[in-house]
């Protein structure tokens, strides 16, 4: 019960912060309001799918929620992105594609890893 505590306490304090009630964003999030309970109060550990859903109710990236759930290497993710921002034959733009491709990439291969 303890390791989930972090990413639902996280959850509730971005929920609060959007003044946003727990009806209001599992409606959003298209999940019930019981489930949503319980993970904020870290009885249950949400999917790849799940934190997805609450991060867009949320407008928040889904990786900062896959950081939080432990899902996510942050070092791994950083080095990556320090790397293609550091690197001088790229135009902004261009690395700015680059992240974003990534970071879709990473997220799409944690929901996939869930699924099998």
Known sequence: ME???DIG??????R???SMSLRKLADKAGISNPYLSQI???LRKPSAEI???LARALS???????HRAGLLDEAATASV???IEADGQLAAREKKILIDLYRTMA???ITEQESS
């Open 60 to 66: 928040l990236q889904a990786e900062s929620l896959y």
């Open 3 to 5: 390791e989930h505590t």
């Open 81 to 83: 992105i320090d790397a």
């Open 51 to 53: 934190l997805k859903s």
């Open 107 to 109: 997220t799409q291969a």
């Open 9 to 14: 306490s996280f959850i509730r304090a971005q």
């Open 40 to 42: 904020e109060r870290g």
């Open 16 to 18: 609060e912060q959007a």
